[in-house]
C-alpha cells in the first residue's frame, strides 16, 4: 500500500511539473514577440508593394528552375552563397505558385526563427550569469522584442532574398547557442555520448554554414576564440588544486575536449554540396575564401586608388565607422529624408549607449569582481567578441570594400549587418542592469533612511519609496518602448518604392507591372535590359518573357548569370530593347544608333525612379547584331 501511494503521489508531482511546465510555454512572451515580428515584417512587405531588385529575381528564377528538375548548387554566377534559399523558396512556390509574395515569406518566416533562437540563447546567457527568474525573463523578453523590431535597415537586409542571409544569420545564432551550451556541460562534466551528439551538431551547422554563406566564417572565428577562452579558463582553475586532484581532473577534462574531433567529419557532410561542386569546377568556391584578404583581387575601379594594404584599411575602417557601422546599429538607409535621419539619429544614440555601456561594464568586471559585474560579463561576452570579430572581419576582406565604390550607395553594408543579431543582447544587458539595480538600490534606501530619520518620519518613507521605484521603472520602460515603437514607425515613414531598390541601380522602376502587360501585349518574348531592369521580368513571367544584360557580351565579360539565357537572345529573331533613360531626354542614345543604322522601332515610355524613364523599343525592322560595335554600350547606361 505504501508503495502504491508513494507511485500515486510521484505520478501527481510529475503531472504537476509538466503542466506548470505547458503552462510556462503557452503564456510566454515569446509569442507576444514572435507575433510581433511576424506582422511588422509583413506590414512592410505590403507597404512596399512586394518589390524586388534584379538580385533578388535570380533566386526566384532559381527556385522556379528548381520546380522544372534543375539542381543547382550555387547562386547563378557565383561561386559562393550555397541555393538552400531557392530550394526552401522553391517549396512555398510549389505550394502556393511563384510569385513576389512568396518571395518574401521565405525570408520573413526564417525571421521567426532569428527571433526565436534569440531568446533561446538569451536564456542560455541569463542562466549561466544566475538570474533571478524575473531578470531572466526580462532580459529574454527585452532581447526578443529588440530582435522583433531591429533597425529599419537590418530589417531590410534580413527580409531581401540575396541568396542565403536570413539562412546564415539562422545558423549564426545556433552555432552560438551550441558553442555555448556545450563548454557549459563540459564543464559540468557531461557524459561522451552528450558532449560528442554536441560536437557533432557544431560541425555540421559549420560545414552547412560554409555552403550557405562564408558569412559565417566571422561567427566560426569567434566560437573557436570562444571555446580556446574557456580552455584556458578551465585548465588555469584545474591547476590551482592540489596535487592529488589535478592529474585525475586533467586527463578527464581532455578526453571529454578531444571529442571536439567528432565535429570533423559532420563538418565534411554539412559541406557536402560544397565539396561536390567544388570536385567539378577546380575548387572554386575554397579558392574564393582564401582569397578574401588578397589584395591582387581587389576591384579594378579602386586599384588605382590604392596599392597598399594600410591605406586600403585606413579607408575600409572609415567607411565601417562613418557608414557601414551607424546604419546597422541605427537603422538609416541611404537618401531617406529628414525625419528619418533625424529619427535614426536618435535609435542610433541609444544603441551606441548600449553598446559602450555594456563593453565598459565588461572591462570593468575584469578588474573589480562586483556581482551584479560578473552577470553582466556573462551576458555581453560573447555578443561583444562576435561583434569585434563582424568589424575586424568588414575592415579587413577585400570583398567588402566595394563600399569604397560609391559611398552615398550601400553595395557592401551587408556585410556589416551581422551585428544586428548581438544588439539585442546589449539592449537587454543593459535595460535588465539598470532595472534590477534600481530595484534593489530602493528597497535599501528606505531602510536607511528609516534608521536615520527616527520613527515620525519612518511611514512618510514607507509611502515614497515604493512611489519613487514605480515612477523610475516606468520611466526605463518608457525609454524602452518609445524605441522600439519609434523604430517600428520607420517602416511605415520609409519610401516605399526605394526600401527594397538595390543600392547598385537605385533608378530602376518599382513597379514593372505595366511594362510585363505592354510587352505581353506586343508579343515580347525576348529582349535586351540591364539586369536591374530584366530579372524581376523574368521571374515575373516566370520566364515567359527572357532578357538578358547586353553590356556584358558587349564589353566581353561573360554571358551573364544565366548563359542560356544569353545564347537565347543571340539567336532571337528582333528582340526588343528596354533602358533607363532621363525623363526630359527625348531623343536618347539607343534611338539615335537605331535611326543611324535605318533601323525603324516604335517605343514607349513608362516612368521608373528619381527623374528616370525606361524607354521600351519593339517591333524592329531588323535584328540588332549586339556584338557588332561598342557603341551599344552607352545606349544601355547601367548603374554600378
Known sequence: ????????????????????????????????????????????????????????????????????????????????????????????????????????????????????????????????????????????????????????????????????????????????????RVTRRLRAGASYKELGWRWAGIGFIIGFGFWVNPLILTAVFAATIWVVAFCIVELAQLDSQNQADFRPALRSFLKRLLLVLVAVPTCLIGMAPAIRWGLTHHWANFTFVLQLGDLRTLNSLLKPYYHDRLSLFKDQLSFYLHYAAPRTIGGALPGENTLLTTIHTLTLGLGLFCLCASCLLFLLSLFWHHPQLLRIRQLVALPLLYAVCVSIAFCTSIIATAGLISLQHDIAGRYAAPIMLVLPFFFAAVFTLAYTSLAKFMKRRPRNEEEQAGNTQRSVLSKASPRITMIAQVALFAVLLSYIGVQASTYELTDAGATFQSASCTTAPANNDAIIAYLQQEHVHYAWAITWIGNPIIFKTNAGIIMTDPRLIISHYGLGRIPLYTYDLLQADRPAMLTLVQHDDTHPALLKILDARKITYHTRRFPSEQGYDVLVVTALSRTVPMLSTQLYASAFPGCI
Open 1 to 180: 500500500m505504501l508503495n502504491l501511494s508513494q507511485q500515486k503521489g510521484h505520478s501527481q508531482i510529475t503531472s504537476i511539473i509538466q503542466k506548470n511546465r505547458w503552462q510556462t510555454v503557452i503564456l510566454s512572451p515569446l509569442w507576444l514577440c514572435l507575433l510581433f515580428a511576424l506582422g511588422i515584417r509583413i506590414w512592410s512587405a505590403h507597404h512596399t508593394h512586394g518589390i524586388i531588385d534584379g538580385d533578388e529575381a535570380v533566386v526566384g528564377i532559381q527556385a522556379e528552375h528548381i520546380l522544372r528538375g534543375e539542381h543547382p548548387y550555387y547562386f547563378y554566377g557565383q561561386v559562393y552563397m550555397g541555393s538552400l534559399e531557392a530550394y526552401l523558396m522553391a517549396i512555398l512556390f510549389a505550394i502556393a505558385g511563384p510569385s513576389v509574395w512568396m518571395l518574401r515569406a521565405e525570408p520573413i518566416l526564417l525571421s521567426l526563427l532569428v527571433v526565436w533562437l534569440t531568446w533561446r540563447l538569451a536564456g542560455a546567457l541569463a542562466d549561466a550569469a544566475h538570474l533571478s527568474p524575473f531578470a531572466q525573463q526580462l532580459f529574454q523578453t527585452i532581447a526578443a522584442l529588440i530582435a522583433a523590431v531591429p533597425p529599419l535597415y537590418d530589417t531590410v537586409v534580413e527580409m531581401r532574398a540575396l541568396g542565403g542571409y536570413v539562412e546564415t544569420f539562422v545558423l549564426i545564432l545556433l552555432l552560438f547557442l551550441s558553442v555555448f
